[in-house]
């Protein structure tokens, strides 16, 4: 049966897909910037030319050249032909290279890079139905993270998340007792020990590496002393009578997210709150089609399921659960009162209550 093709429609794709090629390209554009400082080198000292940010970044100028030439193709960067200098415009160099905003992109990227290097792996897990553990991908992963979600920490933690819980913010200046679950490098963690002295906190994470690094960065913000990090998976994570537990961008990612819940339902005091961060999505996949649920969906095949694969049970809740899914594993496990409490373009923040 000879289908019609729409010639305009078929080009359109092309183009779409040499946009997408680009996109793919300048993922690792972003992390070499980052890495060898053009962006800084920029914002530090104004615009330049290719021989003069090779000086200021100690690099070869055949790849600022080209690097810079690239950049400005996607709109990075503006190239003024009547002077031959490139500009980092300010709006970039707020989301390139200030890593207290909560625009900050780099990780982003870094993250996404990481993930993608593991895709030859994945298309044998995908045959197979097997899994690739958290622990099994490259440390930009990890890294980078820690850099895309910490600035959405910072920005948010204490101003928006913590006040929407129901009477949390008082416990926790009184003087409580938090487990913070799947914790990561810790950096959720570390926010809320600073800025609450009087409370004891404790981190798991089943990642050794991860666990190893959130303990070096407790001692360098000076907290090291009030946090007690562990090697623990999230169903067997130790401590009971915690006032408040917490799991950022992490449910999702578990094998066992019901099992987890129930050990958070079991650890939580009888007038306890589990404060759950996850990604920003929709119920219905058409909810997700927009450019924040492609990122997700892209990180859900290529990340997320296959980390819950590599675990026991292997639910694979994916990075787009939805608000529905997600009640419907604290429900699961016993807790009887779930509400929205706040979000971001990236996030939703649930209040989780026996």
Request: hydrophobic fraction near 40%.
């Amino acid at each position: 049966m000879t289908v019609a093709i729409d010639g305009d429609k078929l080009m359109g794709l092309v183009y779409q897909a040499v946009g997408e090629a680009g996109a793919t390209l300048h993922a690792a554009l972003v992390v070499m910037g980052d890495r060898l400082g053009y962006y800084q080198a920029l914002a530090d000292g104004g615009p330049a030319t290719p021989g003069e940010l090779a000086e200021r970044t100690s690099t070869s100028e055949h790849y600022t050249r080209e690097w810079l030439n690239a950049q400005a193709a996607g709109g990075y960067v503006e190239y003024d032909a009547s002077t031959g200098l490139y500009t980092l415009p300010p709006e970039q160099t707020v989301a390139l290279t200030d890593p207290n905003s909560p625009a900050y992109l780099p990780g982003l990227f870094q993250t996404a890079l990481g993930t993608v290097q593991h895709t030859t792996q994945t298309i044998e897990a995908a045959r197979s139905g097997a899994g690739i553990g958290w622990h099994e991908h490259t440390s930009d992963v990890h890294v980078g993270c820690e850099r895309f979600f910490r600035p959405s920490y910072n920005a948010n933690l204490l101003s928006s998340w913590l006040p929407a819980l129901d009477g949390v913010v008082e416990k926790l200046e009184r003087g409580a007792k938090v487990a913070d679950i799947g914790c990561g490098h810790g950096s959720s963690t570390i926010l809320m020990a600073d800025a609450f002295p009087r409370t004891e906190f404790f981190g798991s994470d089943y990642h050794q590496e991860s666990i190893e690094t959130a303990r070096l960065r407790a001692a360098e913000a000076g907290v090291g002393e009030r946090i007690r990090f562990e090697v623990a998976p999230a169903t067997g994570f130790s401590g009971s009578d915690y006032d408040l537990v917490t799991t950022f961008d992490a449910l999702h990612d578990m094998g066992d997210p019901v099992g987890a819940a129930r050990r958070v339902r079991e650890a939580l005091a009888p007038d306890g709150t589990w404060m759950l961060v996850e990604p920003m999505a929709g119920d219905h996949v058409e909810d997700n089609l927009n450019p924040v649920g492609r990122v997700y969906y892209g990180f859900s095949t290529l990340l997320c399921t296959p980390g819950s694969l590599s675990q026991p049970v292997g639910l694979a809740l994916g990075t787009q659960a939805g608000p529905a899914r997600i009640r419907d594993v604290t429900t699961a496990a016993g807790f009887s009162r779930f509400r929205t409490v706040a979000e971001t373009p990236f996030n939703l923040v649930f209040e989780v209550r026996p």
